[in-house]
């Protein structure tokens, strides 16, 4: 009996380390998501297969790929794996996707900026589960978000 208290007292210890660590660590991430997203906020991102502003000069039109793998917490995990039990859509990892497609973007962002372009154009978002499920052991849930576009240079229309 004391053993069962003691597994089950481990497990729920796990669970509020999990969320309060989980908690934490998204809050910064999203904090540092926001900050980069505003210093980059004169960039040009548009899905536009081809952008009709582009400049010729010496830089030709570039792809560009950014990628990014999210491990979801342990609480989020578990959180999931009841849902699973019960069906339904499984809200606790709206925010992990959503935190990964705006990273990898960024990341896109970033490096077609340091190479001297100012927008990018026809931006894709892949997105593959990492952690797997097939197996019996236990796997943490993680998501792969690759992003790709072209970068270019543009001149912004004169008034």
Same mark, same amino acid.
Not at 99 to 115: G, P, Y
Not at 129 to 156: E, L, R
């Given at each position: 009996?004391?053993?069962?208290?003691?597994?089950?007292?481990?497990?729920?210890?796990?669970?509020?380390?999990?969320?309060?660590?989980? *908690?934490? !660590?998204? =809050?910064?991430?999203?904090? @540092?998501?926001? %900050?980069?997203?505003?210093?980059? $906020?004169?960039?040009?991102?548009?899905?536009?297969?081809?952008?009709?502003?582009?400049?010729?000069?010496?830089?030709?039109?570039?792809?560009?790929?950014?990628?990014?793998?999210?491990?979801?917490?342990?609480?989020?995990?578990?959180?999931?794996?009841?849902?699973?039990?019960?069906?339904?859509?499984?809200?606790?990892?709206?925010?992990?996707? *959503?935190? !990964?497609? =705006?990273?990898?973007?960024? @990341?896109?962002? %970033?490096?077609?900026?340091?190479? $001297?372009?100012?927008?990018?154009?026809?931006?894709?978002?892949?997105?593959?589960?990492?952690?797997?499920?097939?197996?019996?052991?236990?796997?943490?849930?993680?998501?792969?978000?690759?992003?790709?576009?072209?970068?270019?240079?543009?001149?912004?229309?004169?008034?």
């Amino acid at each position: 009996m004391s053993d069962l208290v003691i597994q089950l007292g481990f497990v729920l210890f796990l669970i509020i380390l999990g969320f309060i660590a989980g *908690s934490i !660590a998204e =809050r910064r991430h999203l904090a @540092r998501l926001a %900050e980069r997203e505003q210093g980059n $906020g004169h960039f040009l991102v548009t899905q536009l297969k081809n952008f009709p502003a582009c400049t010729k000069n010496e830089l030709a039109p570039q792809i560009i790929v950014g990628e990014v793998v999210i491990a979801s917490d342990y609480f989020k995990t578990f959180v999931a794996k009841l849902r699973g039990l019960f069906g339904g859509e499984v809200r606790s990892f709206h925010s992990l996707l *959503s935190r !990964a497609r =705006r990273e990898a973007t960024q @990341r896109v962002v %970033e490096q077609s900026r340091d190479l $001297g372009y100012n927008a990018i154009c026809n931006l894709r978002i892949e997105t593959a589960d990492v952690g797997g499920s097939s197996s019996s052991k236990k796997k943490a849930a993680m998501v792969a978000i690759i992003a790709s576009a072209t970068a270019y240079h543009y001149q912004s229309p004169s008034p």
